[in-house]
């Protein structure tokens, strides 16, 4: 018989049956989040700068700074987080594999527990529980206990890099709107440009969350708006103080 005699197939290609998936769409929501803070930040800054001047070098060094302070700032704070988060899932699956080889009868009388409070039959549960220990029995108890996959945990290092490429990738659009066009249509083409993109992320972001894409999208674009309109008064009344 063939090897491909015994793989079956899947029934539903279709569906994401597979570890992983409500994880990876956490990153795509948390890089689409980190493009628009891209977006919204960087643009303020520049917008609040151009209200100030019409020079295109403080423009272009405020913009500069703020997009790489914020993409290492984002990147810093992911790494952080999702350290604390695997360093403590690391702690439990260590836990969990010491408490199988101390105790394995404990440990099987745990996951029938956990089964049968799931609604299984005492003999059923105890059959499941058997079966998947014999199986893998740290894979098993990580499931059943923590809902944990042990070969799904999160890097810190892959995290900060996919944060700081998003809030980039969103910062540069503010950055090409403000400098390429001629001075008089350098604000109103940021704004423009700006409000059009986070229309479209808050659409993504509502589409990955499944919540209402009119009501995120609104929320985005004028918050967006709001800081912008903000920062270029701010900057337009310095500038005509002669403060800076």
């Known amino acids: 018989m063939s090897t491909d005699a015994a793989v079956e197939p899947d029934p539903h290609p279709g569906e994401p049956h597979r570890g992983g998936v409500a994880q990876r769409l956490n990153w795509l929501r948390a890089g689409v989040l980190g493009a628009n803070d891209g977006i919204v930040s960087v643009a303020a800054i520049v917008v609040g700068v151009a209200g100030a001047t019409i020079e295109i070098g403080p423009i272009l060094t405020a ?18 987080s999702v350290s604390s988060q695997s360093d403590s899932e690391q702690a439990l699956i260590a836990k969990e594999r010491a408490e199988l080889l101390v105790m394995p009868e404990e440990e099987l009388e ?3 527990g956990l089964y049968r409070a799931k609604g299984l039959s005492e003999s059923t ?4 529980a058997i079966e998947l220990t014999e199986h893998d029995a740290l894979a098993a108890h990580l499931s059943a206990e923590l809902n944990i996959d042990q070969n799904d945990v999160v890097s810190p290092w ?10 980039t990738i969103g910062a540069i659009l503010p950055m090409l709107a403000i400098l390429l066009p001629p001075a008089d249509w350098r604000v109103p083409v940021t704004f423009f440009a700006v409000l059009i993109a986070l229309a479209i992320t808050g659409t993504l972001s509502a589409t990955i969350g499944g919540s209402s894409r009119m009501r995120a999208t609104l929320r985005v674009v004028i918050g967006g708006a709001l800081a912008l309109a903000s920062t270029y008064a701010i900057g337009a009344l310095l500038g005509a103080s002669g403060a800076v």
């Open 125 to 128: 549960a105890r059959q499941v």
């Open 158 to 167: 892959h995290a900060a890099a996919a944060s700081a490429a998003a809030f």
């Open 110 to 112: 745990e996951l029938t």
């Open 63 to 80: 913009g500069v700074a703020g997009l790489v302070g914020g993409a290492i700032s984002m990147a810093l704070g992911e790494y952080v």
